[in-house]
């Protein structure tokens, strides 16, 4: 009972599941009552227990033990954008796919920082990264001291009782580190590392590619993330005495774009998928969106294209998709192996997305769709079949799942729980999607609109209906006006200061402070 007071005591619950696990929520439900039965005798000599017992009972949702509890199998991958089958995009990704036949998709989903650690330290605590200042892929939050003790989503199923398995890449790449006093999952899986396994040497000597791509290794099993996958398959396959929560990150496609030649051939090299890519699109740019990535490694789209490699690099882009989805697959096989699958809710869910070209760049770190655009499905008991188009977060992820479980929802999250959006995806949601690049820069993403607002007060303004691909900047419209103040009124007002460290970051950090920008703490002029 001590593992239901605070849900009693919250009094919130949802309307879940039961549409796909019926069964098992009626065995769940009569497992209540007769569990409530046989409490009557406490009635007559502990009413306050017999009350709290009732209530239980009475609920469509709580779990009795945690042991009844839903099981939760959440995927990261990592840099993955919105070139999926289930999309409609050009990746060849039969396995989300069909996990996204069986769910709910979210069409309309932004990550709350373009870049992999503000990202990943924003859905995993619930908090915006103009709420933490944690902006940069430095520092390791719990080094921060005012955000040293803050519950991550794994760390709050741990305290209701289920067994937490944190696997490859869920934090920010080396974190937590290694010496880590408080452990961010009662089981560490294999871990691994994105630089691992390397080729002799680079297949890519183009100036002013950094990042390298190509076919490597040999085999699948010689991977990282095929062993990543191995471990989750391991984790599910144990006898498990508690629910398990069970996190695995996938590194593809993050750079290096390696993969073996297997997935490459599953696209014709002459015919691979490019962005259209306007000669004038960046004409009507603010400064600081070019300035945004200032100090950045990767490449952008001139030197490229000069070496005739764009079509090769989105070439190796799209098999580490396709090798990525086929990890997930070898996880969904073992999930349905394991005779949990009833009773385990999948959450698939990239960190942010992924410029291919457009824009002339390549890679993260913007406030364009291509960068804060995600893959995001829930599938499993409780969750219905359908396709939202409704703006949501990764921060809802933290709040639908506690809903989902019938796990209190903590106080402080800044995410809603799309737990309406799962039995009905066209229910009504008021929010927009935000996402912050630094300190002071955001951009707001309804069903029609993305408004782009920079540090320096410069702004964007795209209208989805007619320009999903964000072409023609319309901020300067004054028919449009109203559009921007409306969508304005949602950007954080005062944004935290970047935590200390953040100007150490490697890639290049920004700031902007009193008309003057900073890279990595040293003034940078932005130029006219
Ligand atoms: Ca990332
Ligand atoms: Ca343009």
Known sequence: MIEHLPLLAGMKRSHFPPRVALVHWKMRQIGSLLKAFTQQTVRMTCPGFFCAFAFAASDVVAAD??????????????????????????????????????????????????????????????????????????????????????????????????????????????????????PEFSVMGYQGNWRKPQPSKPFVNTPGMRQDFGQFPDR??????????????????????????????????????????QWFSLYDPQNVWLPEVPATDRDDLPRFAR????????????????????????????????????????????????????????????????HLGEKELFAKRTLWERATHVPLIFAGPGVGRGTSKRPVELLDIYPTLTEICGLPTPPGLEGESLGALLRDPSAARTRPAITGQMQGSFAVRTEDWRYIRYADGSEELYDHREDPQEFLNLAADQRWTSVKT????????????????????????????????????RTVDLGP
């Open 65 to 182: 033990t945690p042991a009844d509890r839903l099981n939760v199998l959440f995927i990261l991958v990592d840099d993955l954008n919105d070139q999926i089958g289930w999309l409609g995009g050009a990746g060849i990704t039969p396995n989300m796919d069909r996990l996204a036949q069986r769910g709910t998709l979210f069409a309309n989903a932004h990550a709350q920082a373009p870049w992999c650690s503000p990202s990943r330290t924003s859905f995993l605590t619930g908090k915006r990264p103009s709420t933490t200042g944690i902006y940069a892929l430095t520092p390791w939050f719990r080094n921060v001291p005012a955000l040293r003790e803050l519950v991550t989503l794994p760390q709050h199923f741990a305290a209701h009782g289920y067994e937490t398995f944190g696997i490859g890449k869920v934090y920010h790449e080396g974190c937590p580190p290694a010496n880590q006093p408080t």
């Open 220 to 261: 699948d099993d010689q991977t990282d993330d095929f062993k990543v996958a191995s471990s989750a398959i391991e984790c599910l396959g144990r006898p498990h005495t508690k629910p398990f929560f069970i996190a695995v990150g996938l590194r593809r496609p993050h750079y290096p774009l390696y993969a073996p030649q």
């Open 291 to 354: 300035a945004l990535r200032l100090g950045n490694t990767e490449p952008t789209l001139g030197p490229i294209v000069n070496a005739g490699l764009w079509r090769s690099h989105n070439h190796a882009y799209l098999a580490c998709v396709s090798f990525v989805d086929n990890q997930i697959g070898r996880i969904l096989d073992a999930l349905e192996q394991s005779g949990e699958a009833h009773r385990t809710v999948i959450v698939l869910a990239s960190d942010h997305g992924f």
């Open 486 to 521: 409306e969508l304005g009124s949602w950007i954080p007002k005062h944004p935290a200061d970047p935590v200390p460290g953040s100007e150490k970051t490697a890639g290049g950090y920004l700031e902007y402070r009193n008309g003057a920008a900073f890279l990595n703490g």
